[in-house]
């Protein structure tokens, strides 16, 4: 109880930090969690061996590991806020580790299912579905174009014609051959309201469990950017500003380089060669981080040549202290602020570049989603670009909130601070 | 008198642009344990530099030592590479700078930058914020600098450089930033430590009257160089050098009220343009054709050729 009102105290000082983090922390649970939210593949079937759990078995060591963070990502405004933060905030990540480790090594080889095979193989089984019990690239010829059923428009009588014709979501207002529209095992009725709430694509796949999916890769590409542009930046900046001479003139240099590069046709070129076997949320990642980390970088090194030369660094040289604990403990914090500002809208940035990639077709490779391909897939349809371009509005205005808390909550001339 | 610092024909140079100029040159001295010596002079006499240059935190990274002897308990630390002279900072040396405000690391909280410099065996960081005569220590402790008052940060700065117990304390002008009053405590708390844990104290500071008030023996610099040292109630009383004796008619503590104080006329040479005489000479009224030519050596504590001409 002592506990619970430590946490609200904490929310009430800085309601706007902890209502951002709490954004950008649900749609990162939600992306991490997305095998177990949109899957074609049961979560758990009373199979004649005994139970199994389908929608888990394809899945590789890393993406395990990224599933067992899903709650403590959900719960990082809970548990930030307790004194038990440094507890939770390492020990449950180690924990995942572990656990994904041992689970990895225990598990049987991965299968790999085709999409919808699953339902139509189900039988009388009994299974729970996912909430959207559809996969990401499972197609249904049945039902193309589908508006959001929860529209009147979407109504489908059951030989397959759309009850009010006039207002069909094809282009061209040409109806499609009448075919009943199959509903497969877990699914919802053909006409339920939440059979797909965001309506489907040209290949009747769903869009809510492309969308789902999609901003897990979109979600992906930004962190990972972000953090590969901040451990870079914060490296080569640090070193420049720090040591100052001939290594800052070579780091801002090098800086000056990169910043010529077109990123765009960087990462079209880099995702069109390829990459092996590396997927493309990576690559991309990869590329946005080595032409986005300037930002960072120029930052640092303006902080540290400052710092450097504080009279409490020197006074911290006066101590004894080491070099590299002055750097890590007493220069670096005091330079951390704009870094992080900076960081989170770069997540941001990198996610609308990768949108941007998508939406011209280069980025991640169909049936992958990502909510820029997604929009490119039916710009013609309105809730095929409505929605995921919501989300991903959402996904970029919770980022950039997030910098801006973070960096007051980092500047300790604001009152209020360490919320 | 086993002396705890001695400083001899210690020479300093800073760099500008290609060119270096010594700002402190041939300086002699020591210090007792328990000893408090005040070193005066004005801006640009090399008071500061000489003080950096002990424990070697040159702000500039182009300054050096050039020659000279600092000898710390009969340990030479000239020569001392980086990795050898930083175990000394701090444990053996301790410095207490002058702007607190810039001196504390304003993100992190002022218990734990003391605790940072705690060494086994010591006061804990909650006695020693008492010990610096802090009220509510557990409070200051968990503060962060800009939370507290300038006289509370100097007085945190304190237990900052004492944390580490060092046997020579270095205060830069600690007190320049505060009020009289408050000045006035911050020295008495410094000299009382010293006396208490037979601390040698360097007070380096540009106030004659509140060197003459806390210290035992005071130095005077002009221009680089020490032109007088002496204790502290003679060089009041009877001042051996024209400068010190210019120096004490300007403290305005001194100077009756309604009369206006001496000023000296001129100002000190730049380093660069000093020449072979004393650097004191064109602004000195006792000054004749000797002192032009030839340097004055500092001979039974004053550098000056006529120390019997001169009035206070």
């Known amino acids: 109880m002592a506990e619970l009102r430590t946490v609200l105290q904490c929310w009430r000082r800085r309601p706007l930090f902890w209502a951002a983090l709490a954004l950008v922390c649900a749609l990162h649970a939600l992306g ?99 909430p ?44 499609l051959p009448p075919s009943p529209v199959e509903v497969r095992a877990g699914e919802p009725a053909r006409n339920a309201a939440l059979r797909h709430p965001l309506g489907t694509d040209a290949l009747g796949r769903d869009l809510a469990a492309r969308v789902v999916w999609g901003a897990r890769n979109s979600l992906a590409v930004g962190l990972a950017s972000a953090l590969f542009a ?50 493309a949320v990576w690559t991309i990642s990869g590329v946005l981080g080595l032409t986005g980390w300037t930002g960072v970088a120029r930052l640092l090194r303006a902080e540290f040549l ?46 609308l570049a990768e949108s941007a990639i998508s939406y011209l077709g280069a980025g991640l490779v169909e049936p992958e989603a990502s909510l820029g391909g997604l929009v490119r897939g039916g710009t013609e349809h309105a809730w095929m670009v409505i929605f995921p371009g919501a989300v991903l509005a959402l996904a970029v205005i919770a980022w950039n909130l997030l910098g801006e808390e973070l960096r007051d909550l980092n500047d300790p001339r604001i009152p209020g601070r360490r919320a | 008198m086993n002396a705890l610092l001695e400083v001899r024909g210690l020479s300093v140079s800073h760099a500008r642009g ?87 690391n304003p993100v992190l909280k002022v218990g734990a930058q003391v605790e940072e410099g705690l060494r086994a065996g010591g006061a804990s960081t909650l006695e020693l914020l008492a010990q610096a005569g802090l009220p509510d220590p557990a409070r200051i402790a968990a503060s962060y600098p800009h939370q507290l008052s300038g006289g509370m940060r100097q007085r945190a700065l ?55 008030r806390h210290a035992r023996r005071v130095a005077v610099m002009y221009a680089g160089r020490i032109v007088e040292l002496a204790p502290a109630a003679e060089l009041g009383a009877r001042p051996r050098h024209p400068y010190t004796a210019a120096l004490l008619a300007a403290d305005p503590a001194r100077t009756p009220r309604g009369k206006r104080f001496a000023a000296i006329p001129g100002a000190a040479p730049a380093p660069l343009e000093r020449g072979a005489g004393c650097a004191f000479a064109p602004r000195c009224a006792l000054a004749r054709e000797r002192c032009r030519i030839e340097r004055p050596a500092l001979v039974e504590g004053s550098a000056c050729f006529f120390p019997d001409e001169v009035r206070p």
Not at chain 1, 234 to 251: F, I, K
Request: glycine residues 10%; charged residues 15%; proline residues 6%.
């Open chain 1, 32 to 130: 991490a969690a997305a095998p177990l939210v949109a899957n074609d593949a049961p979560l758990w079937l009373a199979a004649p061996g005994g139970a199994r759990f389908p929608a888990l078995e394809p899945l590789n060591a890393c993406e395990r590991f990224v599933l067992l963070l899903a709650p403590w990502i959900l719960c990082t405004p809970l548990w930030a806020a307790s004194s038990w933060r440094t507890r939770i905030g390492f020990g449950w990540p180690a924990f995942a580790l572990v656990l994904a480790l041992v689970w990895q090594l225990s598990a049987g080889a991965r299968t790999f299912v085709p999409a919808g095979e699953w339902k139509r193989q189900l039988g009388a089984q009994s299974a729970l579905f996912a």
């Open chain 1, 132 to 175: 959207i019990p559809f996969g990401h690239s499972e197609t249904n010829s049945s039902e193309p174009w589908r508006p959001p059923t929860w529209l009147a428009a979407s109504e489908i009588d059951e030989q397959g014609h759309y009850v009010e014709r006039n207002v069909m979501g094809h282009p061209g207002g040409l109806e």
């Open chain 1, 230 to 279: 901040l451990v870079l930046g914060t490296l080569l900046g640090s070193l420049a500003g720090w040591r100052g001479a001939r290594t800052d003139l070579v780091v801002s240099r090098a800086i000056e380089l990169v910043l010529c590069f077109p990123v765009l046709f960087l990462v079209l070129l880099v995702v069109s060669v390829g990459s092996g076997g590396v997927s």
């Open chain 1, 306 to 351: 400052r710092l450097r030369e504080a009279e409490f660094v020197l006074a911290a040289r006066g101590l004894g202290f080491s070099e590299w604990r002055i750097v890590l403990r007493h220069a670096l914090p005091n330079a951390l602020a704009p870094v992080i500002v900076a960081t989170s809208f770069f997540a941001g940035t990198a996610m």
């Open chain 2, 18 to 104: 290609a060119r270096r100029f010594f700002a402190v040159e041939e300086l002699d001295f020591d210090l007792a344990p328990g000893e408090v010596l005040a070193i005066v002079g004005e801006s640009g006499c090399g008071k500061s530099t000489l003080l950096a240059s002990i424990p070697r935190l040159f702000a500039d990274a182009q300054s050096r030592i050039d020659s000279g002897s600092v000898r710390l308990a009969g340990r030479e630390l000239v020569g001392l590479s980086e990795d050898e002279l930083r175990p000394l900072r701090g444990a053996a040396i301790g410095f207490v700078f002058q702007d607190a405000h810039a001196a504390l």
């Open chain 2, 158 to 212: 304190v237990a900052l450089a004492l944390a580490g117990r060092p046997q020579l304390l270095l205060a830069d002008e600690p007190t320049s930033a505060l009020d009289p009053v408050l000045g006035r405590e911050i020295l008495e708390l410094l000299t009382g430590a010293c006396r208490r844990q037979g601390m040698g104290l360097l007070l380096v500071t540009h106030d004659i009257g509140l060197a003459l």
